[in-house]
């Protein structure tokens, strides 16, 4: 910028606050108030749209108007085309089946999320999600119900566990498993896969390769007659019902006891965990490699933050991030730099996406917990505070920059809080 340009500029920010009435002194104290120059200004601009600018004479789709009140009348602040970083599992295709059934959101709905895709799922008691592998790494959290998981590692040892609501497991590239709903009423679980454009309905099938297999070939490999083989899948099986199995401890015995036993664990108790960082806003529960070291490259937080709190403004050294929301309801505005901003409401099975470094909140709106899981394709969870930031910095260096006072300056927290009481 030039320095005609600057002073330019400079002498306009002074003419406007001599406008607006107010000395040196009282914009201080406005500030400290949140009615700085700026403040009232953007408030008045705010005002206006609400009263005539904004108005809507032609259809509305009101249900999505509804959903989304800061699409339908943005904050003053947003800006410029930031691309979408919202979309909803209940937009999604269900493929129900007998036994259950999927839907997924990936980067062909938030084109953007090129490192994570998610899929929502459904066994009932007993149901299978069939025997299959995939190639990209499977992350997961129980978000209903009981189910048995199993995990083959290449030196032959079988991990089976069973998991509850709460619960993670991590399932890496390329390793075969399983997945069966328990009793009494099976379960529904998310997972999230470290490929942007992962497909759920693209993955290694044991039905399918048997399928695609000459007879001769399976009578050799399983050394049974050809005969005895009519039986064996000729489609896909994917979801289909089965018996509730025994006890953990049965299944493990019938398969080779401690002999056959991973010592890896690929599973984690994220919700009965201890809060990671708990303030009066609520919590926040971290996991990642060096928790659940199975989860080499996924790494989450479990968040939960209470009526009227917020999720402070921060941002994500060394990832982009994948939201799902559990409960509640929130806001959130993206900050994406070069003057553009823009602010989306999120629900319950809706999906939030945060490009790697972009500045962000998320502020609970309704009158419930609002819980949600941050998401990321990192060994490590890492975040910035912007308040944090703000008071490790030399005093006068802050106030130069944003035109606070030293007793300003120091109301602000000094610690990253993550969640921040209302
Ligand atoms: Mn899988
Ligand atoms: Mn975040």
Known sequence: MSEQKNAELHAGEVNRRNFLGLGAGALAVAAFTGMSAEGQSRETMQKGREDHSASNPGPVNKALADENPSSELPPITDKGDVRPFWYSFDLSHRRVQEGGWTRQVTQRDLPD??????????????????????????WAYMIYGKARVTVLNPDGTIFIDDVEKGDLWFF?????????????????????????????????????WVAHT????????????????AALPDDELYIFPGKIPGSLERDKQAVGGK????????????????????????SARVVDARNFPASKTVAAALVRVKPGAMRELHWHPNASEWQYYLSGSGVMTVFASSGKARTMNFNANDVGFVPAVAGHYIE?????????????????????????????????????????NEQQLKEIPSEKLEIIAG
């Not at 999320?113 to 499977?138: I, Q």
């Not at 590239?173 to 009423?185: E, K, R, T």
């Not at 664990?265 to 609520?282: D, N, Q, R, W």
Request: charged share 20%; hydrophobic share 40%; net charge negative.
């Open 259 to 282: 002999a056959v036993e991973s010592t890896v664990s690929y599973t984690f108790k994220l919700e009965a965990m201890p809060p990671t960082k708990e303030t009066e806003g609520g």
């Open 113 to 138: 999320s090129t490192d994570l895709a998610g899929v929502n799922m459904r066994l009932t008691a007993g149901s299978y999600r069939e025997l299959h592998w995939h190639t990209a790494n499977e």
């Open 214 to 229: 000459p007879s001769s070939v399976l009578a050799k490999n399983f050394k049974l007659p050809q005969a005895q083989l």
């Open 172 to 208: 890496p590239a390329g390793f075969p498993h399983s997945i069966q709903g328990l009793g009494p009423d099976g379960c529904e679980f998310l997972l999230v896969f470290d490929e942007g454009l992962f497909s759920e309905y693209q993955t290694f099938l044991i039905s399918d």
């Open 364 to 404: 609970n709106t309704g009158d419930s917990d609002l819980v949600f899981l941050e998401i990321f394709k990192s060994a490590r969870f890492e975040d910035f505070s912007l308040n944090n930031w703000i008071r490790r910095i030399p005093p006068e260096m802050a106030m130069a920059h944003l035109n606070l």
